[in-house]
């Protein structure tokens, strides 16, 4: 039972435009969400989290937007640069919960 | 503040042997999480510990296990070893672990032969 799922396994964007990364979850314990960055044979990097007090937090070029009531969270990157290209990951846990749990990662690669 | 460091960086074993991963947290952070990454896979959760006692755990066999330290230090090991076994092992920290922002060390590349 997935309880954190990205749906698209990759996204393709073109350098400069916005790029929008989907995540879904089904747990409505779920309070605190986390989006990492991932290059291959690296560790993830924290990028951006938000919770669920919050229907929206900017750090830089990086936005994260939550809709509660759908059960949905996206980050949004803007413009893209080509180091954006990496595999992210949105991750939520609740208040009673030890641990993260995490989606199956989407590959965003940026066109240049 | 240094960040979570893990040794060795790299690994080669043959199947049936055993190893033993090792995972130093920021300091000050009480929390540490393993992960397993295989290629095309996300993120599979092996276990936490909390002040030297594991608070949760993930759907892995009992030949993967690990333990903390009193200095937060964490250990993991998996014993015969399979050709399945090979992976990016990752470990993170946070203070309390209660859901809070995690931090991941480069990883442990592992490769069975």
């Known amino acids: 039972d997935q309880q954190v799922k990205q749906n698209s396994p990759s996204l393709s964007v073109q350098e400069g435009r916005i790029s929008i990364l989907n995540c879904d979850y089904t747990?409505?314990?779920?309070?605190?969400f986390l989006w990492y960055k991932k290059y291959p044979a690296e560790g993830p990097t924290f990028l951006i989290s938000?919770?669920?007090i919050k229907d929206k937090n900017e750090d830089g070029r990086f936005t994260v937007f939550l809709n509660k009531s759908a059960k949905h969270l996206s980050l949004h990157i803007v413009p893209s640069q080509p180091g954006d290209s990496a595999v992210y990951f949105c991750?939520?846990?609740?208040?009673?919960?030890?641990?993260?749990?995490w989606g199956a990662g989407t590959k965003l690669i940026i066109k240049p | 503040k240094a960040g979570v460091t893990q040794t060795p960086r790299y690994l080669i074993k043959t199947r049936g042997q055993q190893v033993t991963l090792s995972c130093s947290p920021i300091?000050?952070?009480?929390?540490v999480s393993w992960y397993q990454q295989t290629p095309g896979q996300g993120l599979q959760f092996l276990f936490e510990?909390?002040?030297?006692?594991?608070?949760n755990k993930g759907n892995f066999p009992g030949r993967f296990s690990g333990r903390q330290f009193s200095n937060s230090r964490s250990e993991m090991n998996v014993s015969t070893l399979e050709l399945g076994d090979s992976a990016l092992y990752l470990c993170?920290?946070?203070?309390?672990?209660?859901?809070?922002?995690?931090?991941f060390g480069p990883g442990t590349r592992l490769l069975v032969l």
């Open positions: 938000i919770s669920s």
């Open positions: 747990n409505s314990m779920f309070d605190y």
């Open positions: 300091s000050g952070h009480r929390s």
């Open positions: 991750a939520a846990s609740g208040v009673s919960n030890y641990q993260l749990i």
């Open positions: 993170a920290s946070s203070g309390q672990g209660s859901g809070e922002t995690q931090y």
């Open positions: 510990y909390f002040s030297e006692t594991q608070r």
